[in-house]
């Protein structure tokens, strides 16, 4: 199992553009979630999915999409990048249908918006 | 509202030491999750362990253990006769979300890390 993947690892947006980062398990979890991680913090939940055409808001959503048309994708927009989405999201995927319980993390996409 | 603090940000030990990484929590709710997840240098996150508010059983993998006591809401994580290896980013989060149905969002909170060196 390659469990999650992400793509790209890096990428450098100018303010205004919008881009997709892409997240894929496949492990058959039925939750996936995206988290950014900033420096100094935690991580923060942005959005999360609990199966196939349902998404619902975590903490942080402003200015992120997600769609979920597959079990193994979860693949977050970027609308309008700011320089305040400067961070490194992570994807996760869980074994539960809550965010109670273990959540396994691609490695990350760094992005810088300039 | 929910809050974790992790005091210690930075430690720096001695390879075969043991240590102690310790956090702290805050939650109104009597049903809670607590997690440590591992963050090493080349920056994936791994999970380590789950435990809930009702099971303050201790538990010990390997040369890890964690004590949690509500009583003083901490979850601590030891780690014993440290390596080079285990040199990384801990973190400890809470989850006090609902059940499906009762409505809530999902909130995972994580403390702000400790940064665990382990020096040969």
């Known amino acids: 199992n390659a469990g999650v993947t992400q793509t790209p690892k890096f990428q450098v947006l100018k303010t205004g553009q919008s881009m997709t980062l892409q997240c894929a398990q496949d492990m058959n979890h039925e939750y996936m979630s995206w988290y950014r991680q900033d420096p100094g913090m935690g991580l923060r939940l942005i959005h999360y999915?609990?199966?196939?055409?349902?998404?619902d808001q975590g903490e942080v959503p402003n200015g992120y999409n997600v769609s979920r048309s597959t079990t193994e994708d979860f693949p977050l927009r970027l609308l309008s990048a700011a320089p305040s989405q400067t961070s490194v999201y992570f994807c996760a995927s869980s074994p539960g249908l809550r965010v109670t319980y273990e959540q396994y993390f691609g490695p990350g996409t760094r992005l810088t918006v300039t | 509202a929910q809050k974790v603090t992790q005091a210690q940000t930075e430690i720096s030990v001695v390879e075969k030491e043991d240590v102690t990484l310790d956090c702290v929590y805050e939650t109104r709710d009597t049903t809670y999750y607590l997690f440590w997840y591992k963050q090493p240098p080349s920056g994936e996150l791994v999970f380590l362990i789950r435990?809930?508010?009702?099971?303050?059983q201790n538990e010990i993998s390997g040369r890890y253990s964690w004590n949690f006591q509500k009583s003083t809401s901490s979850f601590n994580f030891t780690i014993t006769a440290s390596q080079v290896v285990d040199s990384a980013v801990y973190f400890c989060?809470?989850?006090?979300?609902?059940?499906?149905?009762?409505?809530?969002?999902?909130?995972?909170?994580f403390g702000k890390g400790t940064k665990l060196t382990v020096n040969p």
């Open positions: 989060a809470l989850s006090d979300s609902p059940w499906a149905g009762q409505g809530g969002s999902e909130k995972l909170v």
């Open positions: 435990r809930n508010s009702f099971d303050e």
């Open positions: 999915s609990v199966g196939a055409g349902i998404t």
